[in-house]
């Protein structure tokens, strides 16, 4: 009888090793800690791009390559998929590792537009079981994590940097991954992040190698953080929004911001600048010249720009100024950056919203950036405003 059980246990263990191969269920412990949201996280700050000279910053549009120190990530990439996670070794991290047998999928997207894994809409109710702050538990049969426990997508890309980034820092950035993941370069560990609607980024400077080099991003469905990302929309997967890698001057900013400030009284403005120097800089010198809407320069300063009139910035008439900002160290620029400026004052006024002077009312939609072809890659480009509706 003994030997009967030992034999039927060893055809059960082989079965499953035959399913599975090494690997069985795990949860990583960060995805499920309140207390562990990130991991070797750079601090949060705008997207304030910069560009080595006035040349290109004038030439600067909407699109985040047009600064010769920005490089996209964007396009395709090598991709696979698992229902749960697994314990694997991370071997699929470094650049020797076999990926030809994987799938590929585009940067931007969902993993679930792309026929991976199923695309989920609730209201209020989680899609797993409620159990906070776990997200592993079994849920009833009924539920898709009954079988889709935790969907998992691995991803791989391959880049280079251009030579002339040499002497300055480099940062990986993600404009957007839902819920949580894990990123390598090159086989080692760069970090962890939470939060899918806010960028993250992770200097990668001293794990880069000339030339080829290997990102790799695991991407967990759901997290601890899901419990708080729970809102009446569909519940989709992936890296939804941009990946680049921008350089940054060691001795520059890290971040700035130009604040605004406008009185509909006598239609006067300011322009007032916030920096936040690299952790190693020491101070440098800002010179700020401020552009109308129609490219005539309307002031100059240091730090902050007063002006006696200026166009009000509204829905209707969207006048929008632009700021050059050099960054000087010893009468040498460093870095320009191309600000946008809106002039516009919103306030609360004896219980009614009061814009630029006047009575204000909203009237919105709850897009949840989601568009019918891209899933969560909405974008201005297919976001048309006209006769009072988006389409």
Known sequence: MMMNRTVLLLVWLSLALAVHGENTITTPQEIENPEVFEINKLPPRGNAWPCPDLASARLWRDGITDSPWIQSLNGEWKFRWLA???VESSAWTNSNFDDSTWSHIPVPSTWESEDYGKPLYSNYRYPFRVNPPQVMGK????????KHRNPVGYYRKTFSVPAEWDGHRKVLHFGGVRSAMFVWLNGKKMGFSQGSRLPAEFDITDALLPGDNQLAVQVFKYSDGSYLEDQDFWRLSG????VLITAVPADGLWDLYA?????????SGSVKLHATK???????????????PDGEVVGRGMREI????????????PQLYVA????KREQRVIEVFRLPVAFRKLEIRDDLLVFNGQPFKIRGVNRHECDPANALGANLLNIHCGDGRLE
């Open 84 to 86: 749960q996670p697994v």
């Open 139 to 146: 849920p009833k049969p009924k539920f898709t994590s009954f």
């Open 306 to 317: 007063l002006l006696n009139k200026v166009r009000p910035w509204s829905p209707e008439s």
């Open 259 to 267: 604040q605004s400030d406008y009185d509909p009284k006598s239609g």
């Open 324 to 327: 050059l900002v050099e960054v």
């Open 278 to 292: 690299m952790p190693k800089a020491s101070e440098v010198e800002t010179r700020v010249t401020l552009y109308s």
């Open 239 to 242: 890296i939804f929004r941009d």
